[in-house]
């Protein structure tokens, strides 16, 4: 049974930090691109950020670059997101998701991936 296991949001105040978690189980992590998607209120859901297990690729949306950074422990087949300087736009539900390709480009379109796992809400307050 495939598993993708998000946790590690939170309540945190405009500025902070915290490290998201996803860990994966019940397919080969090392085939698979992870990524990290968000949704907030009323609005899409839109890709965060991404890694390529093979390769060590990443992808970051322009909102993201520099304050958020995303890697992955092969042997606990985890996938780490650290955000930084977090600010209220970035409030949703954050969601991990795996891809069956390797490299980044697909990272970031929520079609390519093809498992999901449940959510985990980050807030920011100003």
């Known amino acids: 049974e495939v598993q993708l296991q998000a946790s590690g949001g939170g309540l945190v105040q405009a500025g902070g930090s915290l490290t998201l978690s996803c860990a994966a189980s019940g397919f080969t992590f090392d085939d698979y691109a992870i990524g990290w998607f968000r949704q907030a209120p009323e609005k899409g859901r839109e890709g965060v950020s991404c890694i390529s297990v093979s390769d060590g690729s990443t992808y970051y949306q322009d909102s993201v670059k520099g304050r958020f950074t995303i890697s992955s422990d092969n042997a606990k087949n985890t996938v780490y997101l650290q955000v930084h300087s977090l600010k209220p736009e970035d409030t949703a539900v954050y969601y991990c998701?795996?891809?069956?390709?390797?490299?980044?480009?697909?990272?970031?379109?929520?079609?390519?991936?093809?498992?999901w796992g449940k959510g985990t809400l980050v807030t920011v307050s100003s």
């Open positions: 998701a795996a891809g069956g390709f390797s490299g980044s480009y697909y990272c970031g379109f929520h079609y390519a991936m093809d498992y």
